[in-house]
């Protein structure tokens, strides 16, 4: 992973837009030999990886427009497979393909790994980060986690400020899931209404600018 002074990671973003994206070429010129099914196998197992790999540090969940960098990696792929034209709706092209978008992708990952964490079944330390409960806070919000105060966007941004926000959202019966795969599978419920609001402000940005 690459680090800057900033931490805002669009180096890091950009250097995977350019390793993704001079790999694309390899997908069109196999899309005459091989069916769809398998080059998607392709992109899953050897081209997505790279954009999973640290995917709950860098992500960024409140800057659009890094964002929209990330998931144009997925959709250039998704054209390359499906011999589509740029331009064609993302929405449509990822059902198509039965691919969610990174972005979602990103959430659901996010907060498995809270999950794992809130219930301790990772190294303690990670446990300690999280805002403790007070009285007055408990009494007004309860079953739900404080918030961090963030004077900065960077720290907004980060890992635990941005996921305590999306936890607090879920229903306390998915927060109090038993097991991982079980809160896995009610999250998922709630993945496609991530997603539709995703693309919409991704398509709302590009008419601003």
Same mark, same amino acid.
């Given at each position: 992973?690459?680090?800057?002074?900033?931490?805002?990671?669009?180096?890091?973003?950009?250097?995977?837009?350019?390793?993704? +994206?001079?790999?694309?070429?390899?997908?069109?010129?196999?899309?005459?030999?091989?069916?769809?099914?398998?080059?998607?196998?392709?992109?899953?197992?050897?081209?997505?990886?790279?954009?999973?790999?640290?995917?709950?540090?860098?992500?960024?969940?409140?800057?659009?427009?890094?964002?929209?960098?990330?998931?144009?990696?997925?959709?250039?792929?998704?054209?390359?497979?499906?011999?589509?034209?740029?331009?064609? *709706?993302?929405?449509?092209?990822?059902?198509?393909?039965?691919?969610?978008?990174?972005?979602?992708?990103?959430?659901?990952?996010?907060? !498995?790994?809270?999950?794992?964490?809130?219930?301790?079944?990772?190294?303690?330390?990670?446990?300690?980060?999280?805002?403790?409960?007070?009285?007055?806070?408990?009494? !007004?919000?309860?079953?739900?986690?404080?918030?961090?105060?963030?004077?900065? +966007?960077?720290?907004?941004? *980060?890992?635990?400020?941005?996921?305590?926000?999306?936890?607090?959202?879920?229903?306390?019966?998915?927060? +109090?899931?038993? *097991?991982?795969?079980?809160?896995?599978?009610?999250?998922?419920?709630?993945?496609?209404?991530?997603?539709?609001?995703?693309?919409?402000?991704?398509?709302?940005?590009?008419?601003?600018?």
């Amino acid at each position: 992973m690459l680090l800057d002074s900033k931490l805002n990671f669009y180096e890091h973003v950009q250097n995977i837009l350019t390793k993704v +994206n001079r790999s694309i070429g390899m997908i069109r010129k196999l899309n005459s030999f091989l069916p769809r099914s398998s080059l998607l196998i392709i992109y899953k197992s050897f081209f997505r990886p790279h954009i999973d790999y640290g995917d709950v540090i860098y992500d960024q969940a409140f800057n659009l427009s890094l964002q929209k960098k990330i998931e144009s990696i997925q959709y250039n792929a998704s054209l390359a497979i499906l011999r589509a034209v740029r331009g064609s *709706s993302m929405k449509k092209v990822y059902q198509e393909l039965g691919l969610e978008s990174l972005q979602s992708r990103r959430w659901m990952r996010k907060l !498995c790994l809270f999950y794992k964490i809130y219930r301790e079944k990772s190294p303690n330390y990670l446990f300690e980060l999280i805002p403790s409960n007070n009285r007055v806070y408990a009494l !007004c919000n309860p079953e739900k986690i404080p918030m961090f105060r963030t004077n900065h +966007n960077f720290f907004k941004n *980060s890992f635990f400020p941005s996921v305590i926000i999306e936890w607090n959202k879920l229903d306390l019966e998915i927060r +109090n899931s038993e *097991s991982l795969l079980t809160f896995k599978k009610k999250s998922y419920r709630l993945s496609d209404h991530v997603a539709v609001v995703f693309i919409a402000s991704i398509m709302l940005l590009v008419l601003s600018i």
